[in-house]
């Protein structure tokens, strides 16, 4: 099929360009990898729910119980008249958690790239809090994005649970704590969940669950491809990946070509060496005091940390400093 074509199919759609261009450009790289971003259509999204209750995958449950436990202390951070602003909300199921403790939290505003999700969650919100205005944002929140205009008045405080910045290489991480410290402004609490270093075993079993709900997550990415992109990727023909790199301490996944063969996507003929990979994401585990140390950079002070009993994970309070 040629580009053209398929660009004559979505005329109003530039997120599938963009999508199409990220594909391309990331499998004609070497080593080849997809961006992490394009998991979640709807059936990545409910696969990540799938995940997050999975026996293996430890982060969730730990996240939700330090919340449950602390979420008053973390609501005396906030000022009166707070925006709780959410990177990346999904289920916003943590945020309710903030919400239940912290009255200052006047208006919440969930910032994700799955539209669908947004929409549905936010008349859940609006139905379960009558009394918080709910905002909620359309948009990939690793790019520069608006806030709504109504949010002038209040304080603000950002939140980002999940871990989702151990998703970010170094610099992405770093570019951004300062955005967060940008958009959120002088005095701004940041409430952010980071997944601790830990011993191989229990970190690669989070990411190999026996159900195979990561596996199904990691090649929903090669049918979207080929649902979107018009690509005929043989999903029979790959298989899920991942490991802990413990020098770089983090744990890698991939999807692994079984076979030598080709792929036709966007116009383009993919060639596959037997065993060889692309690379999809990164989950990078710190300590409390490196990620302390990396916000510390980024124009934020480290004001507190709470782990669970197991020392597994830990949710850490940042606030903004003077530009
Ligand atoms: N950020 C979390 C983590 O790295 C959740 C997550 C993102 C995840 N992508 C994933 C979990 C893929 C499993 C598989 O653990």
Redo the contacts with the bound molecule.
């Keep these: 099929m040629s580009v053209q074509s398929v660009v004559a199919r979505h005329p109003a759609e530039d997120r599938y360009s963009a999508f199409a261009r990220d594909v391309i450009e990331g499998l004609t790289a070497r080593p080849k990898r997809l961006s ?1 971003k394009y ?1 979640y259509d709807e059936t990545g999204s409910r696969l ?1 729910e799938e ?1 997050t209750a999975l026996p293996e ?1 430890y ?1 969730t449950r730990c996240e939700l119980a330090i919340l449950r436990q602390h979420a008053s202390d973390m609501a005396r951070l906030l000022p009166p008249q707070t925006a709780l602003i959410e990177f990346g909300s999904g289920s916003s199921r943590k945020a309710r958690l903030l919400l239940d403790s912290a009255p200052a939290i006047a208006a919440y505003v969930p910032v994700d790239i799955s539209a669908e999700w947004l929409s549905e969650e936010a008349a859940r919100l609006r139905h379960d809090y009558p009394r918080l205005a709910v905002l909620p944002v359309a948009a990939d929140f690793t790019q520069p994005f608006g806030l709504p205009r109504s949010l002038a008045p209040l304080a603000r405080a950002g939140f980002f649970p ?3 910045i ?2 970010f290489e170094a610099h992405q991480a770093s570019a951004f704590l300062r955005h967060a410290a940008r958009i959120l402004g002088e005095d701004a609490i940041l409430i952010v969940g980071i ?1 601790l270093v830990k011993d191989a075993k229990t970190l690669t079993a ?2 190999n669950d026996a159900a195979g709900v ?1 596996a199904k ?1 990691n090649l929903n990415l090669l049918a979207r491809i080929n649902r979107e992109l018009g690509a005929d990727f043989d999903l029979a023909g790959f298989c899920h990946q991942a490991f802990y790199n413990r020098e770089r301490q983090r ?1 890698e ?1 991939h999807l692994a070509s079984r076979v030598r063969q080709q792929v036709q996507v966007y116009g383009r003929m993919i060639e596959f060496r037997a065993g060889e990979t692309i690379h999809t ?1 990164n ?1 990078y585990k710190y300590t409390v005091e490196s990620f302390g140390a990396m916000a510390r950079g980024c124009g934020w002070t480290p004001v507190a940390a709470w782990t669970d009993a197991d020392a597994y994970f830990s949710v850490q309070a940042l606030r903004a400093a003077k530009q």
């Design positions: 992490p998991f990540f995940i995958y982060p999940g871990s989702t151990g998703n997944d989070a990411y990561t997550f744990i996944m994401e989950s």
